[in-house]
């Protein structure tokens, strides 16, 4: 018998003064066995960064064909087309010709992710949006988060303040384009 995902709950007061997103939110996020608490960490932060009506999780670790992340409207149709981690070029390239928008966030260095998809075939890939943060931040939230989590999430002018479980956190925002 396998070992259980774990499951993560999370109570987020969400104030993203860039784009007018203001929310309380209470969640829970299962940590499959082979996800690092990096990984997990950087699927809620791109979540929260991310998030509008109609997003949610997707089944990716358990082996489908979802993203990390993902927004559906009204309709059930797919807007955004958010992945994790250091995907491949060609799930990029098939995220962005399935979804109106295309992102990926990284916990991993930036230019290693980007320098992987060189010379591959990725669909509308100067729109694609590749993110990171500040070095140590992710892995300083991943020692923050608990079984049960509350945490505040500021974003104002490219900058994210987070307080974890009473840790106060901070990082710039980094963004390049897949092209």
Request: hydrophobic fraction near 45%; charge should be negative.
């Amino acid at each position: 018998m396998g070992i259980g995902a774990t499951i993560h709950t999370f109570d987020v007061a969400l104030a993203d003064v860039d784009r007018g997103v203001y929310d309380d939110l209470s969640f829970k996020v299962a940590q499959h066995p082979s996800e690092t608490l990096a990984f997990l960490t950087t699927r809620v932060l791109a979540y929260l960064l991310e998030h509008e009506e109609g997003i949610a999780f997707g089944d990716s670790l358990s082996g489908g064909d979802e993203p990390a992340v993902l927004v559906r409207d009204l309709t059930g149709a797919l807007q955004a087309w958010i992945e994790v981690g250091a995907p491949e070029a060609d799930r990029i390239h098939r995220g962005s010709m399935a979804a109106e928008r295309c992102a990926v966030y990284t916990h991993r260095d930036p230019a290693k992710v980007a320098g992987r998809w060189t010379g591959k075939r990725i669909h509308k890939a100067e729109e694609v949006r590749l993110v990171s943060f500040d070095a140590g931040f992710v892995d300083a939230v991943a020692d923050a988060i608990a079984r049960r989590t509350t945490m505040t999430f500021s974003v104002t002018e490219g900058v994210v303040y987070a307080e974890v479980n009473g840790t106060a956190l901070s990082t710039a925002i980094h963004e390049r384009r897949a092209g």
